[in-house]
């Protein structure tokens, strides 16, 4: 898989970011699927060269594939449940992180705890767990702070990652 930067148009926003694709038509189908107008699509060579860098100089082992899309489904479900039950996010983060009992993924919600409680955004914490969590699922995180509707956006993260399961499933 390669990474691509693109910028572009979503709902009259303008945004930007990366996606993982087999080629730059695979990345244009997958932003076009997103409801993303494209202005700007190119290969990126300096973000792999970053999670090189970041891989040798983290001092834990990285998270690889070791955070199965299951687990992730799972914690969506939970975040969703509690966020639209009205408990606060750091609050929701705080008893996930108790109740994971999967150690990797345990990590990555106290990392983004961390992440909250010293002011980073919502979606940039999830950002940066690419191996966990893909572009749609930040994307979707981001409309949601956005809009003040991050409930119904957990929800949508949701049905989709239960979509995909399913596909999986039929393999």
Not at 11 to 31: C, H, P, Q, R, T
Not at 115 to 126: P, R, T
Not at 146 to 152: E, F, H, I, N, T
């Amino acid at each position: 898989m390669l990474t691509f930067e693109y910028k572009g148009i979503s709902a009259g926003k303008y945004v930007e970011g990366d996606i993982e694709a087999i080629n730059s038509e695979d990345a244009a189908f997958k932003l076009k699927n997103q409801k993303i107008i494209i202005t700007k699509l190119i290969k990126s060579k300096k973000k792999k060269e970053e999670d090189t860098v970041k891989k040798k100089s983290s001092f834990s082992f990285s998270f690889g594939n070791s955070v199965k899309p299951k687990q992730v489904m799972i914690f969506a479900k939970q975040f969703s449940t509690m966020i639209r039950a009205g408990l606060p996010v750091l609050n929701t983060l705080a008893m996930l992180e108790e109740q994971t009992e999967e150690k990797n993924m345990k990590d990555i919600i106290g990392k983004i705890k961390k992440d909250l409680e010293s002011g980073v955004a919502l979606s940039k914490s999830f950002e940066k767990y690419p191996e966990a969590f893909d572009n749609i699922f930040v994307n979707l995180v981001k409309a949601g702070e956005a809009s003040g509707k991050l409930d119904v956006f957990l929800e949508k993260i949701v049905v989709a990652l239960e979509k995909k399961e399913k596909i999986k499933s039929k393999d």
